[in-house]
């Protein structure tokens, strides 16, 4: 037996170190994820099963999630972007998670710092130093942000991104 990684970029399998593009799509198999690093700006970390699409890799750099989850973390100052079919989450230096099973419902958590949530009907500022997070869900109103627990991911993933990043908490 054995374990296949698998992680493609516009359909193609990829490795480390290629350069992504604003455009391309990436996907991540059932035990993979990728980490894509923006310039020493911005970083993030998408698990297992995931595909996006890189819609730009200059500021503001914009993500869109299909399917899947990502940890985010962003230098103070850089405009970035993840979108969901139920939600925008946009921050300009912070570490937050967003995960999305597709159209109508999103889950998006500030780790530490501060992000602004959008729907089509609403926004919310949303500032935390240790995990806040909430749901985003659509229904026949329109989309709704509620108040939801932490999940999907833990301080320990949190900690490893940072030192990814190069960022060392004192």
Known sequence: ??????????????????????GQQLKTGSVSSAMIEFENRAMFRAGENTDLTVLETREPIQIKVIRGWLLNIVKSGTKYQVTTDAAVAASRGTVFFVQTDGPGESYICVCKGQITVSTEGAEKQIQS???QA??????????????????YHTDADVSALEGSFGIVKN
Not at 1 to 22: I, Q, Y
Not at 134 to 151: C, E, F, H, W, Y
């Open 1 to 22: 037996a054995h374990v296949e990684v698998t992680v493609s970029l516009n359909g193609a399998p990829t490795s480390e170190g290629k350069d992504v593009s604003a």
């Open 134 to 151: 909430v749901s985003v869900l659509q229904d026949k109103t329109g989309n709704l942000i509620r108040p939801a627990p932490m999940q």
């Open 129 to 131: 130093q240790h995990h």
